[in-house]
């Protein structure tokens, strides 16, 4: 892969990055202006350190600003679905998002943590979510956005997904 010794940033640069608190630890920078280097995109994404309560404020930045989008890490994925203009499926059925679009329609929300484990089960493990869980309780741990969020897909077939997090304990009927 080719290594941009520098991002030339002007007029035309698209911005987008990952909000998150805190995100200095984050490889999305590093690992996004590769890519957009390689492929001779005009674009830079930076890390946005956004504390909790603030995330309101920062997602009407990025519109006032015109930028394309943001990835969303935690803590913001939960209430970063009631800022969306629109949810994707998978978005709205999970209430959460980790990805927003921006565009002259507004805001979309995504969540691409549930079908990227659930394609990593499928292509990689080899693990048929749909045939091993088919209308069952599955219960877990919640320890991050893919690992409750799998459970969460459609193709599982599940009933219900329950998750542990700290404290609180959610169930969540998956029936339509």
Same mark, same amino acid.
């Given at each position: 892969?080719?290594?941009?010794?520098? !991002?030339?940033?002007?007029?035309?640069?698209?911005?987008?990055?990952?909000?998150?608190?805190?995100?200095?630890? =984050?490889?999305?920078?590093?690992?996004?202006?590769?890519?957009?280097?390689?492929?001779?995109?005009?674009?830079?994404?930076?890390?946005?350190?956004?504390?909790?309560?603030?995330?309101?404020?920062?997602?009407?930045?990025?519109?006032?600003?015109?930028?394309?989008?943001?990835?969303?890490?935690?803590?913001?994925? =939960?209430?970063?679905?009631?800022?969306?203009?629109?949810? =994707?499926?998978?978005?709205?059925?999970?209430?959460?998002?980790?990805?927003?679009? !921006?565009? =002259?329609?507004? !805001?979309?929300?995504?969540?691409?943590?549930?079908?990227?484990?659930?394609?990593?089960?499928?292509?990689?493990?080899?693990?048929?979510?749909?045939?091993?869980?088919?209308?069952?309780?599955?219960?877990?741990?919640?320890?991050?956005?893919?690992?409750?969020?799998?459970?969460?897909?459609?193709?599982?077939?599940?009933?219900?997904?329950?998750?542990?997090?700290?404290?609180?304990?959610?169930?969540?009927?998956?029936?339509?």
């Amino acid at each position: 892969m080719a290594e941009r010794e520098h !991002i030339r940033v002007d007029s035309g640069t698209r911005a987008v990055g990952v909000i998150g608190w805190p995100v200095d630890h =984050s490889l999305s920078p590093v690992i996004h202006n590769a890519a957009f280097g390689a492929l001779g995109l005009n674009w830079v994404y930076v890390p946005m350190p956004v504390e909790p309560g603030e995330l309101p404020a920062a997602v009407e930045g990025l519109r006032a600003l015109g930028s394309a989008g943001a990835n969303v890490t935690m803590p913001h994925k =939960s209430e970063s679905a009631a800022l969306a203009d629109t949810l =994707s499926e998978d978005a709205a059925r999970l209430r959460a998002v980790n990805t927003f679009v !921006i565009g =002259s329609a507004g !805001i979309e929300g995504h969540n691409t943590d549930a079908p990227g484990f659930a394609r990593f089960l499928d292509r990689d493990a080899g693990f048929d979510p749909a045939g091993s869980f088919a209308g069952r309780t599955v219960r877990g741990v919640r320890r991050g956005g893919p690992a409750w969020n799998s459970g969460l897909r459609n193709g599982m077939a599940l009933e219900s997904w329950t998750y542990t997090a700290g404290d609180m304990t959610r169930e969540i009927e998956l029936t339509d």
